[in-house]
T-cell receptor
Framework: EADIYQTPRYLVIGTGKKITLECSQT?????MYWYQQDPGMELHLIHY???????EKGDLSSESTVSRIRTEHFPLTLESARPSHTSQYLC??????????????FGSGTRLTVV | QQQVKQSPQSLIVQKGGISIINCAYE??????FPWYQQFPGKGPALLIA?????SEKKEGRFTISFNKSAKQFSLHIMDSQPGDSATYFC????????????FGKGTHLIIQP
């Protein structure tokens, strides 16, 4: 079954630690995205990618970085976690959009707490 | 500057009633307008989407109405059910969504039995 997977689902980590949030999709989608969302609140785009070796920053400034070495994999890294990074991080992917349009498929998210 | 404004922030509707959520946008370059439904602990799921060349799209109990001149679009949920209780987000994008979606702030919908 085609889907998008995020791990871990929950992460509690100390200040200053390096973390990587994993995101993988099995749909062969070219485009992938990372959104940041405080629980029940709006989503803010922090990174996106058009395909392999492509990464762009989104509307919301973020200290995180991303990489896209393989089509199916789009990990997000925080070099030094801080309490201000506490949030939910959602990964999404979409097929190339043409006249027919296309929806984004979201993962279930990683809820990050930095203590 | 918020490019997609959504209202109301929260909404309580009786079972069987009509739920209406409204969104307004500012960027006339937007050409794709989806609605997402999100349950607690889950990622948003695409509910229905519309492009500006049509004024209405219906899928089951869900209908999008689109007013290009007013730069507004709305979601109507007919015969609302308790299982519809969730947070709903409108969104908009340009270029078919390749550069990411801009989301509204969300509406917390509660359907009372």
């Amino acid at each position: 079954e085609a889907d998008i997977y995020q791990t871990p689902r929950y992460l509690v980590i100390g200040t200053g630690k390096k973390i990587t949030l994993e995101c993988s999709q099995t749909m062969g989608h070219d485009k992938m995205y990372w959104y940041q969302q405080d629980p029940g609140m709006e989503l803010h785009l922090i990174h996106y990618s058009y395909g392999v070796n492509s990464t762009e920053k989104g509307d919301l400034s973020s200290e995180s970085t991303v990489s896209r070495i393989r089509t199916e994999h789009f990990p997000l890294t925080l070099e030094s976690a801080r309490p201000s990074h506490t949030s939910q991080y959602l990964c999404a992917s979409s097929e190339s959009l043409g006249a027919a349009g296309g929806g984004y498929t979201f993962g279930s998210g990683t809820r990050l707490t930095v203590v | 500057q918020q490019q997609v404004k959504q209202s109301p922030q929260s909404l309580i509707v009786q079972k069987g009633g009509i739920s209406i959520i409204n969104c307004a946008y500012e960027n006339t370059a937007f050409d794709y307008f989806p609605w997402y439904q999100q349950f607690p602990g889950k990622g948003p799921a695409l509910l229905i989407a519309i492009r500006p060349d049509v004024s209405e799209k219906k899928e089951g109990r869900f209908t999008i109405s689109f007013n290009k001149s007013a730069k507004q679009f709305s979601l109507h949920i007919m015969d609302s059910q308790p299982g519809d209780s969730a947070t709903y987000f409108c969104a908009a994008s340009k270029g078919g969504g390749a550069d990411g979606l801009t989301f509204g702030k969300g509406t917390h919908l509660i359907i009372q039995p």
